[in-house]
């Protein structure tokens, strides 16, 4: 059974940080892409960081020098480290992972499987 199980999420204040995880079982993962997303009440889905199965990394504009994504192929898992939190950082926040192998980022929609997601919640 495929599975991607985050954890890590909190309450947390602006300015402190969170790593998240995503742990994975059911599939090659040293093949595949993951991906971290989020979405907050009323919002759509949005992409924040992927790292390719070459460990190759991109970031969003909106995230770029506060989160940080690495893997860990031995350990199936991969994280998401985000700095200097901030209110509007507030959302449920998801791993997906894509075998798709074009360069770049898959697009949302070309995820495989996907995880349950995480809360994380930031006060001012």
């Known amino acids: 059974e495929v599975q991607l199980v985050e954890s890590g999420g909190g309450l947390v204040q602006a300015g402190e940080s969170l790593r998240l995880s995503c742990a994975a079982s059911g599939f090659t993962f040293d093949d595949y892409n993951i991906g971290w997303f989020r979405q907050a009440p009323g919002k759509e889905r949005e992409g924040l960081s992927c790292?390719?199965?070459?460990?190759?990394?991109y970031d969003a504009d909106l995230v770029k020098g506060r989160f940080t994504i690495t893997r860990d192929n031995a350990k199936n898992t991969a994280y998401l480290r985000m700095d200097n939190l901030k209110p509007e950082d507030t959302a449920i926040y998801y791993c997906a992972a894509s075998v798709l192998v074009a360069a770049g980022c898959p697009n949302i929609d070309e995820y495989d499987y996907w995880g349950q997601g995480t809360q994380v919640t930031v006060s001012s």
């Open positions: 790292i390719r199965h070459d460990g190759k990394t």
